[in-house]
């Protein structure tokens, strides 16, 4: 699919690649992805020279352009797999995302995808090795306004194929071993260790009421999808939401000091927390004469 040609830049690289894609999309007698033969090698005449000024001869060997750093490469939706593939024009190597970080410029931060209808994803979890790494997720902006700048209409990506791709990341970060230092628990996207719950986030179920993913150096995994942020009774009401009645408190934590008492003077104060599953939709109470 891919032909090893000369190109100038990685903009021009991609867009010839793009052309044979839409060819496999017009005739789809070739192999899909999965089972693709390497393309044939276009020969290409050379001249031989004495004059030792004249231009160097190019050459269309795959070796050629390995180390060449480039941040432009495609991706084509197979319909078979319901899944994007990621082609190499430099190397003709397809669906081998693994080796495509190597040439990029250093260090990688973030992967964007734009299809063809200019919908935008964040394809980084595919291609960065160190995604999961604490360093790598301290160098990058918040998680939470990336993906909410990402879902505006305007770049919004296939949902359809978004959830997919969502299911099929998740899985590869899954497969992948426990972190084995306790350093890599903060913060991490899938997994997360009770003592680095934020002041207002507790784990639900409680950690004795569910069985632990592993353990690492005496502290207990969970899923991540287990954190919850709790609130006190007044951030809830807030949110249009009431404690239920009989609900302790979830957790317990101190409270702000009353700066308006001298500090030799202040007593310790604590707030007790609940989550939302202790909730329910607020109800005005009723008004009586």
């Keep these: 699919m891919v032909s090893r040609q000369e190109f ?3 903009a021009d690289r991609a867009a010839s690649v793009l ?3 839409a060819k496999m999309r017009a005739n789809p007698a070739p192999a899909s992805s999965t089972n693709a033969s390497t393309p044939a090698t276009k020969k290409q005449k050379t001249k031989d020279t004495k004059d030792k000024g004249s231009k160097k001869k190019k050459s269309s060997g795959v070796g050629d352009h390995r180390g060449a750093i480039r941040n432009y490469w495609v991706e084509y939706w197979d319909r078979k797999q319901n899944k994007w593939i990621c082609v190499d024009p430099l190397l003709a190597s397809v669906d081998d995302p693994n080796s495509l970080e190597e040439n990029m410029t250093k260090p990688v931060i973030y992967v964007l995808a734009i299809d063809n209808e200019g919908g ?12 999961s790494h604490p360093d790598f997720r301290r160098r990058r902006t918040d998680q939470t306004w990336l993906c909410s700048t990402l879902r505006k209409n305007m770049i ?3 949902r359809k194929r978004g959830q997919l791709e969502d299911v099929q990341l998740r899985q590869e970060l899954v497969n992948k071993p426990l972190p084995s230092t306790l350093s890599e628990y903060k913060n991490h996207p899938l997994y997360v260790l009770e003592k680095d719950l934020l002041k207002f986030e507790g784990i639900y179920p409680r950690p004795e009421d569910q069985k632990p993913l592993g353990e690492v150096r005496g502290h207990k995994v969970y899923p991540r999808s287990t954190v919850y942020t709790l609130q006190s009774v007044l951030n809830w009401l807030k949110l249009a939401r009431s404690v239920k009645e009989g609900e302790k408190a979830y957790k317990v934590v101190k409270a702000r000091p009353n700066l308006h008492v001298p500090a030799e003077e ?6 007790d927390l609940f989550g939302y599953w202790q909730t329910e939709p607020f109800r005005p109470p009723k008004v009586v004469d």
């Design 120 to 131: 935008v994803r964040e394809v980084t979890a595919r291609y960065a090795a160190a995604f």
């Design 156 to 158: 919004r990506a296939d």
């Design 8 to 10: 100038e830049n990685d």
């Design 266 to 271: 202040r007593e310790p104060r604590f707030l």
């Design 19 to 21: 052309k044979d894609v």
